[in-house]
Each structure stands twice: as C-alpha cells, then as structure tokens.
C-alpha cells in the first residue's frame, strides 16, 4: 500500500497544470486561422491537442505501470535507432515539405515529426552508453574516455546529420545540447569542464559576428534557413518579408504590458503573426496575459526542470541521473530557444514551447521523457524509504 503514493505528485501537478494551460492557448492562439479556414478550426486544433494530451496522460502511465525496464533496455535502443534511421531518410526523400523543411509524415489527419523523437533517442541511448562504462569516465574524464569509446559515441553523429539535411538546424542543435550536457554530467573532470565551459565561451562571439557577417552580405539569400539568421540580425531590415514574423512577435509582446490584454483578445493572432499557435505561442500569451503570464509559464517550466535536476541528484544509478539531467537539458534548451526567438536573443527555430505548443509530437516526446524520470523519481523515494 505504501507503493502507491511514491508516485512525484509535485511533478505530476506541473505537468497538467501546463498541458491544460498549453490546450486553453493553442485554442486562443489559433482564431486567426478559425479565420481563414473557418470558426470550426480552432475548436479542432483545441481537441487535437486535448487528444495528445491524453495520449501523453497514457504514456506516462503505462511508462510508469509497464514499459520503464524495456524502453532502457539495449534492445529497445537498437530498435529504435534503425526505426528513426529509416523515418529521417524517408522523410528526406518523400516527407511533407513545411517552412522549406522536409521533416514531416503524414498519418492519417495528423504528422509526426522523426525529429522530435530522436530527442527521446539521445537520452535513453547515451544514458545506456555512460551506464557501461561509469568507471571508465569516472576515472579517466570525458576527453579521453571518448577517445576509448568512440564508436559507440559516434553512431548518433549520423542521425544529426539527417536531421541537419532536412534541414532542421533548430533540431540538430537542440539534439546535440542534449547529448553534450549528458557527457558533461557523467564525467567528474574539473579540467574537462574547464576546457568545455571555455571553449562555450569563445564560441559565442563567432556566432553572433558569423551572424553579422551573413547579414551585411547575404541580402539575396533565398534559403529560408538563412533567410531567418538575416532577420534576427535586423528584422526591420527585412520588415516585408523574413523580418515580419519577428516584428509582430514584438507588437505582441509590447501589446501585453503588465497583466496583457485578456484571454482571446490578442490583435497580433488574427493573422498578422504566423504560426502563432506554435512557434510564437509565448508570444500571444504575453499580449494576453502580459508579464505576469509570460512569468506563469516559465515559472513552472523553471520548478519542473529543477525539481528533475534533483532528482538526478540523488540517484546513484548513472543510468537514472543522465535521465533526468537530459530531459532537464531537453527542457531548458527548448524553452530557451522558443522564448528567445520570440523576442530575438536568438535566430528562429521553429522550436515548440514544453507543454504549450500544439504539437502531437512534441507532446509525445515531452510525455514519454517526463514519465521516465517521474518512474526514476519513485524508484529513489521507495529506496530512500527502505533505507
């Protein structure tokens, strides 16, 4: 009986309180295409992601009841690497085309996204691989055991070159922010953090002076890709055309002031701001709710991400806390590109917000990688009480 109440219920609560807020937006945010489509489509938008939701309700339950040892297995890793193998390339060859990216497969009145997944794919295969060799990374640091153990490290290399390909920088980037805070967090070389934290560093300022560069000399782009990158060095440079998107997402913000506009009463959603039930869905909740929403938002997705930092604290299984430290990473990357598009600190990804973009996806992904660590977050209570 005292088994049943391990469940996280801090963890749980946040979760629903963010879907359900996340259903409440997608069917705010999407009136401007109830417009263009008719008043029906933001009702069915709303009940599409209602339905994701519960399929992620039942993810995280039958991960929990069911699945928890066979997803960590070396079976289920394999398997899942050669299924995601053949959707990248099938989707690059014969995938629906969106925003100038070939990441989509059609299945039935839904797509899935291959890219998405492979987020999943990260956490649960290098967990497996740093499990293997704990002592050698304790021991030796993640520069030279890497040099030990590269073939396995290397295999996901391929699977970010197909999501590049498609291309879809904002994914490849997210993925491989996953797999690098992993690596750092399994290894206890002070000089290897050193040299890494360095190396983030100095990378920073190429960035943003590659950035500049792309700007001033590339004014003919027509790569949507890059077309992006010039907008976010001046979008009002670019104001009738890559710069627009950018330009309305701040309008939006503006709009909102303090305690926003009200629910529903967005201007910025009613077809001057694309994609305002994705992407530039933290952008409509700003005009409606103001600051005091924005702060709502990433106040939750700030405890939820702490709350799974500890729990990979207090594991001593390596396996558990690469888990839990890697849909932290997954979470905090995706906020932080998704918020910072919005308002231009970095270029635009296409990047869903955690919980509260219309995505099946995206919720599919977040839900399958929450219930891991909710099942972790329950392994380390009933053993801590058996202690």
């Not at 999407?30 to 519960?54: D, H, P």
């Not at 690497?81 to 053949?86: E, G, K, Q, R, S």
């Not at 990979?312 to 998704?338: M, P, V």
Request: positive net charge.
């Amino acid at each position: 009986m005292k088994n049943k109440s391990k469940i996280d219920w801090y963890l749980m609560i946040l979760y629903i309180i963010l879907c359900l807020f996340g259903i409440v937006m997608v069917y705010s945010a999407s009136a401007g295409i109830g417009l263009s489509f008719g008043q029906g489509e933001a009702k069915a938008l709303a009940k599409k992601q209602t339905f994701y939701f519960i399929i992620g309700l039942c993810i995280v339950f039958c991960v929990n009841k069911f699945f928890f040892k066979l997803i960590l297995s070396h079976r289920c890793v394999i398997y899942l690497f050669w299924i995601l193998m053949v959707a990248l390339l099938y989707v690059k060859l014969l995938g629906k085309t969106i925003n100038g990216a070939a990441g989509w497969i059609s299945v039935g009145f839904f797509s899935l996204q291959p890219a998405e997944f492979c987020k999943f794919f990260f956490i649960i295969f290098f967990a497996f691989i740093l499990r293997k060799r704990q002592t050698t990374i304790d021991m030796d640091g993640l520069g030279k055991s890497f040099k030990e153990n590269w073939q396995p490290l290397a295999i996901p290399g391929v699977i970010l070159f197909l999501i590049g390909v498609q291309p879809d920088m904002g994914g490849a980037i997210i993925n491989f922010t996953i797999v690098f805070v992993m690596l750092l967090a399994a290894t206890r070389s002070w000089k290897t953090l050193r040299a890494c934290t360095i190396i983030i560093i100095l990378l920073v300022p190429v960035f943003y002076f590659g950035i500049e560069f792309l700007a001033k000399h590339g004014q003919n782009i027509h790569n949507y890709q890059l077309q992006r990158i010039v907008a976010f060095y001046n979008p009002f440079l670019h104001a009738q055309t890559s710069g627009a998107q950018l330009i309305n997402s701040f309008y939006a913000v503006s709009n909102g002031g303090l305690f926003g506009r009200g629910l529903g009463n967005s201007i910025q959603k009613m077809g001057y701001l694309p994609e305002a039930n994705t992407d530039f869905i933290l952008s409509i909740i700003s005009e409606e709710f103001g600051l005091v929403g924005i702060l709502f938002v990433l106040g939750l997705l700030y405890l939820m991400i702490v709350r799974m930092i500890k729990i990979g604290q207090r594991t001593n299984n390596l396996q558990y806390s690469s888990i839990c430290y890697g849909t932290a990473a997954y979470l905090t990357i995706q906020t932080l590109f998704n918020a910072g598009g919005a308002i231009a600190l970095v270029p635009l990804t296409g990047v869903a917000l955690p919980f509260i973009s219309y995505g099946g996806s995206s919720m599919s992904t977040l839900s399958i990688c929450f219930a891991l660590v909710l099942k972790i977050s329950s392994i380390e209570k009933q053993s801590r009480t058996q202690k």
